[in-house]
Protein backbone atom coordinates (compact mmCIF):
# COMPACT_ATOMS: atom_id res chain seq x y z
CA UNK A 1 0.00 0.00 0.00
CA UNK A 2 2.57 2.34 0.89
CA UNK A 3 4.21 1.60 -2.43
CA UNK A 4 1.33 2.69 -4.33
CA UNK A 5 0.76 5.43 -2.38
CA UNK A 6 4.68 6.57 -3.28
CA UNK A 7 4.31 6.11 -7.10
CA UNK A 8 1.15 8.02 -6.87
CA UNK A 9 2.77 10.80 -5.63
CA UNK A 10 5.75 10.53 -7.73
CA UNK A 11 3.50 10.14 -10.74
CA UNK A 12 1.00 13.08 -9.67
CA UNK A 13 4.59 15.37 -9.21
CA UNK A 14 5.65 13.94 -12.62
CA UNK A 15 2.42 15.36 -14.02
CA UNK A 16 2.25 18.81 -12.19
CA UNK A 17 5.84 19.26 -13.73
CA UNK A 18 5.02 19.03 -17.20
CA UNK A 19 2.02 21.22 -17.07
CA UNK A 20 4.36 23.85 -15.42
CA UNK A 21 6.80 23.37 -18.71
CA UNK A 22 4.11 23.37 -20.68
CA UNK A 23 1.76 26.83 -19.27
CA UNK A 24 4.41 28.20 -16.38
CA UNK A 25 1.95 31.05 -15.71
CA UNK A 26 -1.31 28.83 -15.90
CA UNK A 27 -4.18 29.35 -18.29
CA UNK A 28 -5.30 32.47 -16.31
CA UNK A 29 -2.11 34.05 -14.71
CA UNK A 30 0.24 35.75 -16.68
CA UNK A 31 3.79 34.52 -17.06
CA UNK A 32 6.55 36.98 -16.52
CA UNK A 33 4.61 40.14 -15.79
CA UNK A 34 7.10 42.53 -14.46
CA UNK A 35 7.34 45.39 -16.61
CA UNK A 36 4.50 44.28 -18.47
CA UNK A 37 2.43 47.47 -19.57
CA UNK A 38 -0.12 45.74 -22.33
CA UNK A 39 -0.17 41.60 -23.72
CA UNK A 40 -2.20 40.92 -26.42
CA UNK A 41 -3.15 36.90 -26.46
CA UNK A 42 -5.37 37.59 -29.00
CA UNK A 43 -7.38 34.69 -28.12
CA UNK A 44 -10.55 35.54 -29.78
CA UNK A 45 -10.39 39.06 -28.42
CA UNK A 46 -8.36 42.00 -28.31
CA UNK A 47 -8.10 42.37 -24.56
CA UNK A 48 -5.39 43.85 -22.47
CA UNK A 49 -4.22 41.11 -20.05
CA UNK A 50 -1.58 43.50 -18.36
CA UNK A 51 -4.10 44.75 -16.93
CA UNK A 52 -3.64 48.09 -17.72
CA UNK A 53 -6.39 48.28 -19.51
CA UNK A 54 -4.91 48.90 -23.51
CA UNK A 55 -7.61 46.88 -24.68
CA UNK A 56 -7.46 46.95 -28.85
CA UNK A 57 -9.82 47.88 -31.15
CA UNK A 58 -9.80 45.16 -34.11
CA UNK A 59 -10.97 46.30 -37.61
CA UNK A 60 -11.44 42.71 -40.19
CA UNK A 61 -8.90 40.82 -38.28
CA UNK A 62 -10.40 36.73 -38.05
CA UNK A 63 -9.41 34.03 -35.56
CA UNK A 64 -7.71 31.83 -36.65
CA UNK A 65 -5.30 28.86 -35.52
CA UNK A 66 -2.52 29.41 -33.27
CA UNK A 67 1.05 27.86 -33.59
CA UNK A 68 -0.03 24.79 -30.95
CA UNK A 69 -2.68 24.38 -33.30
CA UNK A 70 -5.57 25.84 -31.25
CA UNK A 71 -8.71 27.19 -32.93
CA UNK A 72 -9.26 30.93 -32.41
CA UNK A 73 -6.28 31.59 -30.68
CA UNK A 74 -4.35 33.88 -32.90
CA UNK A 75 -5.74 36.71 -35.07
CA UNK A 76 -4.96 36.71 -39.34
CA UNK A 77 -4.83 39.67 -41.14
CA UNK A 78 -5.76 40.00 -44.67
CA UNK A 79 -2.78 42.24 -45.88
CA UNK A 80 -5.22 45.01 -46.86
CA UNK A 81 -7.98 45.57 -44.15
CA UNK A 82 -7.39 44.49 -41.20
CA UNK A 83 -5.39 46.00 -37.97
CA UNK A 84 -5.69 46.41 -34.10
CA UNK A 85 -5.31 49.90 -32.53
CA UNK A 86 -4.07 49.74 -29.42
CA UNK A 87 -4.03 53.28 -28.03
CA UNK A 88 -0.88 55.54 -27.02
CA UNK A 89 0.71 53.37 -25.14
CA UNK A 90 3.56 54.50 -23.24
CA UNK A 91 4.90 57.69 -24.86
CA UNK A 92 6.41 58.90 -21.26
CA UNK A 93 8.67 55.51 -21.04
CA UNK A 94 9.24 55.69 -24.68
CA UNK A 95 11.04 59.27 -24.67
CA UNK A 96 11.93 60.44 -20.86
CA UNK A 97 15.02 60.41 -19.46
CA UNK A 98 16.16 57.11 -21.22
CA UNK A 99 14.08 54.68 -23.07
CA UNK A 100 14.54 51.40 -22.08
CA UNK A 101 11.11 48.81 -23.81
CA UNK A 102 10.71 45.54 -25.24
CA UNK A 103 8.57 44.15 -28.29
CA UNK A 104 7.37 40.32 -28.12
CA UNK A 105 5.25 38.36 -30.36
CA UNK A 106 4.60 35.21 -32.22
CA UNK A 107 3.73 35.35 -36.45
CA UNK A 108 3.37 33.53 -39.95
CA UNK A 109 3.57 35.49 -42.83
CA UNK A 110 1.54 34.33 -46.06
CA UNK A 111 2.81 37.06 -48.08
CA UNK A 112 5.73 39.57 -47.57
CA UNK A 113 5.92 43.23 -48.00
CA UNK A 114 8.58 44.65 -49.88
CA UNK A 115 11.21 47.50 -48.97
CA UNK A 116 10.01 49.20 -52.35
CA UNK A 117 6.36 49.41 -52.14
CA UNK A 118 5.65 48.78 -47.89
CA UNK A 119 3.80 46.60 -46.32
CA UNK A 120 4.49 43.94 -43.98
CA UNK A 121 4.46 45.63 -40.16
CA UNK A 122 3.87 43.03 -37.61
CA UNK A 123 3.75 45.56 -35.23
CA UNK A 124 4.81 49.24 -34.89
CA UNK A 125 4.07 52.81 -33.85
CA UNK A 126 4.26 55.74 -35.99
CA UNK A 127 6.45 58.85 -35.71
CA UNK A 128 4.10 60.95 -36.86
CA UNK A 129 6.28 62.02 -39.69
CA UNK A 130 5.61 63.35 -42.93
CA UNK A 131 6.43 59.88 -44.96
CA UNK A 132 4.66 57.87 -41.43
CA UNK A 133 8.19 57.15 -40.37
CA UNK A 134 7.64 54.45 -37.46
CA UNK A 135 8.97 55.42 -34.19
CA UNK A 136 9.70 51.61 -33.56
CA UNK A 137 8.67 48.67 -35.99
CA UNK A 138 9.06 44.84 -36.78
CA UNK A 139 8.06 43.87 -40.05
CA UNK A 140 8.44 41.13 -42.38
CA UNK A 141 9.65 42.36 -45.88
CA UNK A 142 11.75 40.68 -48.67
CA UNK A 143 12.31 37.61 -47.34
CA UNK A 144 13.78 39.18 -43.59
CA UNK A 145 12.49 40.08 -40.55
CA UNK A 146 13.54 43.87 -40.06
CA UNK A 147 13.36 45.42 -36.47
CA UNK A 148 14.15 49.53 -36.23
CA UNK A 149 13.74 52.11 -34.04
CA UNK A 150 13.99 55.69 -34.61
CA UNK A 151 15.22 58.49 -32.10
CA UNK A 152 14.36 61.73 -34.20
CA UNK A 153 11.70 61.36 -37.10
CA UNK A 154 13.03 65.06 -38.21
CA UNK A 155 16.57 63.66 -39.00
CA UNK A 156 15.24 60.01 -39.53
CA UNK A 157 18.05 58.38 -37.45
CA UNK A 158 17.34 54.76 -36.81
CA UNK A 159 18.93 51.45 -36.27
CA UNK A 160 17.41 48.48 -38.43
CA UNK A 161 18.46 44.69 -37.51
CA UNK A 162 17.36 41.99 -40.13
CA UNK A 163 17.06 37.63 -39.89
CA UNK A 164 16.47 36.08 -42.51
CA UNK A 165 13.20 33.62 -42.26
CA UNK A 166 10.65 32.54 -45.08
CA UNK A 167 6.84 32.93 -45.16
CA UNK A 168 4.76 29.89 -43.52
CA UNK A 169 6.22 29.23 -40.83
CA UNK A 170 5.52 30.60 -36.98
CA UNK A 171 8.78 32.66 -35.85
CA UNK A 172 8.91 34.40 -32.47
CA UNK A 173 10.71 37.97 -32.50
CA UNK A 174 11.60 39.94 -29.51
CA UNK A 175 12.50 43.68 -29.83
CA UNK A 176 14.71 45.14 -27.29
CA UNK A 177 16.07 48.91 -26.71
CA UNK A 178 18.07 50.42 -23.71
CA UNK A 179 18.52 53.87 -24.18
CA UNK A 180 21.67 53.76 -21.22
CA UNK A 181 23.73 51.33 -23.55
CA UNK A 182 26.51 52.61 -25.87
CA UNK A 183 24.62 53.78 -29.07
CA UNK A 184 25.69 50.48 -31.16
CA UNK A 185 24.69 48.57 -28.71
CA UNK A 186 20.80 50.26 -27.70
CA UNK A 187 18.74 48.21 -30.29
CA UNK A 188 18.52 44.13 -29.97
CA UNK A 189 16.41 41.72 -32.13
CA UNK A 190 16.27 38.36 -31.29
CA UNK A 191 14.53 35.75 -33.35
CA UNK A 192 13.21 31.94 -32.07
CA UNK A 193 15.62 32.79 -29.10
CA UNK A 194 18.78 33.62 -30.81
CA UNK A 195 20.01 36.77 -30.49
CA UNK A 196 20.38 38.84 -34.42
CA UNK A 197 23.54 40.94 -34.74
CA UNK A 198 23.26 41.89 -38.61
CA UNK A 199 22.51 46.06 -38.49
CA UNK A 200 21.00 46.70 -42.61
CA UNK A 201 20.30 50.46 -42.08
CA UNK A 202 21.64 52.85 -39.96
CA UNK A 203 21.13 56.45 -40.96
CA UNK A 204 23.38 59.58 -40.47
CA UNK A 205 23.11 61.17 -37.11
CA UNK A 206 23.10 59.42 -33.47
CA UNK A 207 20.44 57.30 -32.73
CA UNK A 208 19.51 59.07 -29.23
CA UNK A 209 19.27 57.41 -25.86
CA UNK A 210 15.38 57.83 -26.35
CA UNK A 211 12.52 57.89 -28.96
CA UNK A 212 10.37 60.99 -29.85
CA UNK A 213 7.11 62.03 -28.02
CA UNK A 214 5.07 60.72 -31.52
CA UNK A 215 1.68 60.63 -30.08
CA UNK A 216 0.73 58.27 -32.45
CA UNK A 217 -1.15 54.72 -31.62
CA UNK A 218 0.63 51.67 -31.63
CA UNK A 219 -0.91 48.93 -34.08
CA UNK A 220 -0.93 45.57 -34.92
CA UNK A 221 -0.83 43.98 -38.21
CA UNK A 222 -0.63 47.65 -40.20
CA UNK A 223 0.52 50.94 -39.75
CA UNK A 224 -1.25 54.55 -40.38
CA UNK A 225 -0.20 57.42 -42.31
CA UNK A 226 0.40 61.06 -40.20
CA UNK A 227 -2.55 62.34 -39.10
CA UNK A 228 -4.82 59.84 -41.04
CA UNK A 229 -5.04 56.96 -38.20
CA UNK A 230 -8.33 55.50 -39.84
CA UNK A 231 -6.67 54.45 -42.78
CA UNK A 232 -3.85 51.34 -42.50
CA UNK A 233 -1.04 51.03 -44.63
CA UNK A 234 2.25 48.83 -44.97
CA UNK A 235 -0.38 46.07 -44.13
CA UNK A 236 0.37 42.55 -42.80
CA UNK A 237 -0.50 39.38 -44.70
CA UNK A 238 -0.23 36.67 -42.04
CA UNK A 239 -1.24 35.64 -38.54
CA UNK A 240 -0.11 37.55 -34.89
CA UNK A 241 -0.63 35.92 -31.73
CA UNK A 242 0.97 36.99 -27.69
CA UNK A 243 2.16 40.49 -28.15
CA UNK A 244 3.91 41.69 -25.65
CA UNK A 245 5.03 45.45 -24.83
CA UNK A 246 7.29 45.73 -21.59
CA UNK A 247 8.27 49.30 -20.46
CA UNK A 248 11.78 47.75 -19.74
CA UNK A 249 14.63 46.21 -21.37
CA UNK A 250 14.07 42.22 -21.84
CA UNK A 251 17.71 40.14 -20.78
CA UNK A 252 18.52 37.34 -23.25
CA UNK A 253 17.27 34.86 -20.83
CA UNK A 254 13.82 36.69 -20.48
CA UNK A 255 13.40 36.58 -23.91
CA UNK A 256 14.26 33.16 -24.30
CA UNK A 257 11.65 31.99 -21.56
CA UNK A 258 8.91 33.85 -23.55
CA UNK A 259 10.28 31.63 -26.72
CA UNK A 260 9.75 28.46 -25.21
CA UNK A 261 6.85 29.02 -22.62
CA UNK A 262 3.28 27.34 -24.09
CA UNK A 263 1.54 30.64 -23.35
Not at 14 to 22: D, N, R, S, V
Not at 38 to 52: M, P, Q, V
Not at 136 to 159: E, K, L
Amino acid sequence: MKLMMVIRTIVLLGLTFLCACTNPAGDDAVFMPDGLVAYYRLNGNTEDKSGKGHNGTVADALPTVDRLGKDNSALSFNGSTSYVRCGDILDDVFCYPVARFSIAGWAKTRTMGTFAHGGGLIIGKSAGGTYGPYQWGVTHVDGIIYAAVMSDPTAQNYIGISSPMPANQWFHFVLVFDGSLAQSDRIQLYVNGESVNSKIFQRVGNLGTSTTNSQQEVTIGAGHAAGYPQIPNNCYDGDVDEIRIYDRALTFAEQHDLYVAKN
